[in-house]
């Protein structure tokens, strides 16, 4: 089968469906691509770069006549017509917003695969579009707020004086969110953050943000997303987001869900009480908004001096990442799609991932897909009605003295080991039972984050057996130098290994 890149009509798409690399990819799947002239130029990726990687130059008619479209999102009219009857078309449908595309590939007798359908579980992960553009667009929100700040974000002292850090503040811990975070804190802003979930605090944390918890949060969803808020929830969310949009220089939001309008998190009252010269970055302007003074697709300055970012594509502004991203997205789902690695496209429905994304089948309609439970539902409690079946019972533990002998065993030999010791050695019992309790409470004191560091920097200790193993060498029996040497070996590994891990580590934790 064939596989096209054409050029979209619609100026404002800077996207391109695949690189040279993923067309590497997708010629060892066992296709033939086919690209348009200047397909990629607004990526970076050049009719050159796409030569040299397999693909074939074409016209726009012959990149859109393919077996196969690959595009970033919907094609224009005038591009639809131009696929031919019985073709595949790969894209970003958007069917919950855009729910006439799939009666139009319908006509056409088009079979249409949304990427932006691709479920939340797992298995898919390599293949979630939502998520790799949500990532680039939280990087990106960042960056257009310190472009539009009037200040730094990081703090400084200088001869001049003192200039303190800007605060953002981050409303919701998604994809999007946390990408928010992570660079708004490498910028040296000091960053706090909000979601509904309380579960995302440990995320928030991780990044070097403050959490700020909402009282009575609301939990997950079978979809992956935050279930409805009751009218006493979103009342306290709300209070909480006015009050810390007011003390913030940049506010951040990313409260959107795909398939539905945006819920309104900072109205108008709430933005006349921000500081002027504050800045928010409403990535969710594409479906209405979560300020209610939102334009989509442009910046505003509200009286009070406050600026709004209504940008729609955020994702958009940094097209060379972007495509790369998207273009890998899409080389997953067809390498799942081309079990046999022969160029032939098996859209298999009984798989989840396959099934969830199909919108037309030629001229059969598939959507909307049956439902895909993405998190393990909680355990129900209450009364149990009389016909649900109960159970097993857990079976019953034995309750004899084997335990109790085994433990028993094992103290009256130590105590053998102990009373059959030469006499200077029952000092050394004793400070081993001490290092037992205290490197207990010590280990267990630690925050699970740096269990790893702590542990091998600990590694030190082989030290002790290095010394004792080279007191041991001018021995005169060989088995006990062999030994002795083993011993320096080895421990100079848990050493050496110990020290690097802890070194790579905390690399991670070190600005660029």
């Not at 855009?98 to 056409?108: S, T």
């Not at 605060?167 to 928010?180: Q, R, S």
């Not at 199909?358 to 409690?381: E, H, N």
């Amino acid at each position: 089968m064939r596989i096209g890149i054409p050029l979209e009509s619609q100026d404002s798409q800077s996207l391109v469906a695949a690189t040279a690399d993923t067309v590497k990819k997708l010629v060892k799947l066992g296709y033939a691509v086919s690209v348009e002239s200047g397909a990629g130029k607004k990526a970076d990726c050049f009719d050159g770069q796409y030569e040299a990687a397999g693909a074939e130059i074409v016209s726009a008619d012959r990149a859109w006549g393919a077996d196969i479209v690959l595009t970033p999102d919907t094609p224009a009219e005038n591009d639809l017509e131009r696929i031919k009857p019985g073709a595949v078309l790969i894209s970003r449908l958007s069917p919950r917003q855009n729910p006439q595309i799939a009666q139009k590939l319908c006509e056409r007798k088009i079979t249409g695969l949304s990427m932006d359908m691709i479920p939340r579980i797992s298995r898919a992960q390599s293949m979630d579009v939502l998520s790799s553009m949500a990532n680039i667009a939280g990087y990106r929100a960042v960056i257009e707020a310190a472009a539009n700040f009037g200040r730094l974000f990081t703090g400084q002292v200088t001869a001049a004086g003192k200039m303190p850090p800007a605060t953002v503040y981050v409303i919701g811990a998604g994809v999007a969110g946390l990408a928010a975070i992570g660079t708004a804190n490498s910028m040296g802003a000091v960053v706090n953050a909000t979601d509904v979930r309380s579960e995302t605090a440990e995320q928030v944390e991780s990044l070097g943000a403050h959490f700020v918890p909402i009282e009575a949060p609301a939990q997950e969803s079978s979809d992956g997303y935050a279930r409805e808020m009751s009218d006493a929830q979103k009342e306290a969310a709300s209070a909480l987001y006015a009050r810390q949009a007011e003390k913030s220089d940049v506010v951040i939001t990313t409260a959107n869900i795909p398939g539905r309008k945006s819920p309104i998190l900072l109205d108008a009252q709430a933005v006349s009480r921000m500081k002027s010269g504050s800045v928010i970055v409403d990535m969710a302007a594409a479906n209405g908004g979560n300020c209610e003074l939102t334009v989509p697709g442009k910046i505003v300055t509200t009286e009070n001096g406050v600026k709004i970012i209504g940008y729609t594509d955020l994702a958009g502004r940094l097209p060379a990442q972007a495509s790369r991203l998207y273009a890998q997205n899409v080389v997953n789902f067809l390498q799942l799609a081309t079990p046999g690695k022969d160029g032939k496209l098996v859209l298999d429905t009984e798989d989840e991932i396959v099934r969830q994304i199909i919108v037309t089948d030629g001229s059969q309609v598939l959507f909307p897909p049956p439902p895909v439970k993405v998190s393990a539902a909680p355990a129900q409690t209450g009364v149990r009605a009389e016909n649900d079946a109960m159970p097993p019972a857990p079976p019953e533990k034995k309750t004899g003295y084997a335990k109790y002998g085994w433990a028993a065993g094992i103290a009256v030999a130590l105590m053998l080991l102990i009373f059959m010791a030469p006499p200077g050695m029952s000092g050394h019992f004793m400070i081993f039972a001490l290092a037992v309790v205290i490197g207990f409470y010590v280990i267990t004191s630690v925050t699970h984050s740096l269990h790893t560091p702590l542990m091998s920097v600990t590694n030190a200790v082989s030290g002790i057996i290095i010394v004792g193993a080279l007191v041991q060498i001018p021995a005169q029996s060989l088995t006990v130098k062999i030994l002795a040497f083993i011993g320096i070996a080895v421990a100079s590994v848990n050493i050496f290994g110990g020290f690097a891990v802890t070194h790579r580590m905390l690399k991670m934790f070190q600005r660029s």
